[in-house]
């Protein structure tokens, strides 16, 4: 069996207020963990490297909008380690204080990512959007001010929390959107291989300065039979060093993946494992 992360139990950070779909995240996947609410994502990869929190969940990827570069740029910096990953369905409710109609609506707030996904609501409402922090904080606004002219884009437990009514469920533009959380931790899991559950393992690495470096690098995987399910890049400030972030399937304890590890080292340096763990079901591995 992989990890039970059901009956984890402790404090679990992440980035944003109380009914974020991050803190969503954080009950789907840890019911009995404690959520924390940090401002920044900084903060809290610091809550977990400082010990107030036992693990941290960050989102790394949205189907819409992309990565989050600010959290990749973060990683390395970090000692810290990836025991988990979990996919969160988005979606978006129309939030309003209690009586009020959709007739009395004038302006509507939420994050600068959640906005544009609701193009269509808002235009066939006509409201005037306004740009919050995150999706939670607009609901937590719009419950303080007690205006029926003011509504929110959120999640239904942000609704929950701030005792506000749906007037609206489901109105984002694309069905299909979807954000992918990492979870991270001071030490290091290893995950119990489950025929039924697929591993993944997570790393970062630098090229060296030679010709066909990077093709090269990856060359290692593909003769020990290594699966790479993501390779993103990134250039250091001054535009000269590439830096990757890979994903693949297999467990650091595999052979194969060790064997492809002492070939990368060949061509790369500052190789920075970050850890295996269960993939989730969303993948259908």
């Known amino acids: 069996m992989t990890q039970n992360f059901a009956l984890r139990t402790g404090k679990i950070a992440f980035q944003g207020t109380f009914g974020a779909f991050s803190d969503m995240s ?11 609410p940090c401002l920044t994502f900084e903060e809290a990869f610091g809550a977990l490297e400082q010990g107030s929190v036992d693990l941290a969940m960050i989102a790394v990827d949205n189907s819409l909008a992309g990565r989050v570069a600010d959290v990749h740029h973060l990683l390395p910096q970090k ?3 990836i025991i ?20 009395d609506l004038k302006d509507v707030h939420s994050h600068t990512h959640a906005l544009p996904q609701c193009r269509k609501v808002i235009k066939d409402l006509g409201l005037i959007p306004h740009v919050h922090a995150d999706t939670a904080g607009a609901a937590e606004d719009v419950a303080q001010w007690n205006d029926k002219s003011q509504c929110a ?5 942000a609704a929950e929390i701030y005792g506000l009514e749906i007037l609206r469920e489901g109105i984002q533009d694309i069905p299909d959107n979807t954000t992918r959380f990492l979870v991270f931790s001071k030490e290091m899991e290893r995950p119990t291989k489950d025929r039924n559950t697929a591993i993944l393992t997570s790393f970062f690495f630098e090229v060296r300065n030679i010709p066909a470096a990077l093709y090269k690098a990856m060359g290692g995987f593909a003769t020990n039979g290594v699966q790479m399910t993501k390779l993103e890049s990134y250039i250091d ?5 590439a830096r990757f972030y890979a ?15 002492e070939e990368l080292n060949f061509f790369a340096k500052d190789l920075q494992v970050m850890g295996s763990y269960p993939a989730h079901k969303f993948r259908g591995l």
Request: hydrophobic share 45%.
């Open 247 to 261: 994903e693949v399937l297999g467990s650091i304890d595999d052979r194969s993946l060790g064997l492809a590890f």
């Open 237 to 241: 400030p001054q535009f000269n060093v």
């Open 84 to 103: 988990g990953e979990h996919f969160q369905p988005v979606s978006m409710c129309l939030l309003a204080i209690k009586g009020a109609q959709l007739s």
């Open 153 to 157: 884009i959120a999640s239904k437990l």
């Open 26 to 36: 954080c009950r789907a996947m840890f019911p009995k963990m404690e959520t924390v």
């Open 79 to 81: 000692k810290m380690f």
